[in-house]
């Protein structure tokens, strides 16, 4: 992995841990969840903090774990099925599961999502935001799991073609 992927994984993390009433507070440095109290309140209006800057973070978040997991499966190291060096075959390995935990923390954090919409309740142009960005979420959710399931088939293919087995039974008598 490296820094953005990282970046993109803290943040969906972060986003994940929402719970009902709490707000993110948006800096230029850090993302962190803020409790509900006046001092909350205080410090947001300060920092100019608000539900647009929040559903813009979260936006920018989804996007770019979208993009980078559209990255990864159109990547040659996934879609290389000829026989790969062991370079590409630790490639397609890393993709792999950087692919999986993306994946995972992006179905984690809908959970936040949907924790926000508690928050908002109120407000239904927020309320109405967040869930085009679960539906979002969703979709890409099953094409990223098509996309996993296809390369497990392809794994498994290999695996069991009759090539491998004729091969492998050529191989044993010659010994």
Known sequence: ???????ILVN???????????????????TSIEKEGLMSWLSRWYNGDSRDKT???IKTVVTDAINITNDIMNSTYINNKAKRTVYEENEFTK????????KNEMENCKNGI?????????DIQIISQLEVI???????????????KDIELDVLGDSTSPNNHSEKSTNSKKQ
């Open 114 to 122: 949907l924790n926000l919409k508690k928050t908002y309740e109120m």
């Open 1 to 7: 992995m490296n820094e953005i992927t990282d970046s």
């Open 12 to 30: 969906l993390k972060i986003i994940s841990k929402i719970n009902p009433n709490d707000k993110l507070k948006v800096t230029s440095n850090t």
């Open 95 to 102: 993709s792999l599961n950087t692919l999986f935990l993306v």
């Open 55 to 57: 559903i813009t973070f």
């Open 134 to 148: 679960i539906s979002k979420i969703d979709v890409h959710l099953a094409i990223v799991s098509k996309k996993l």
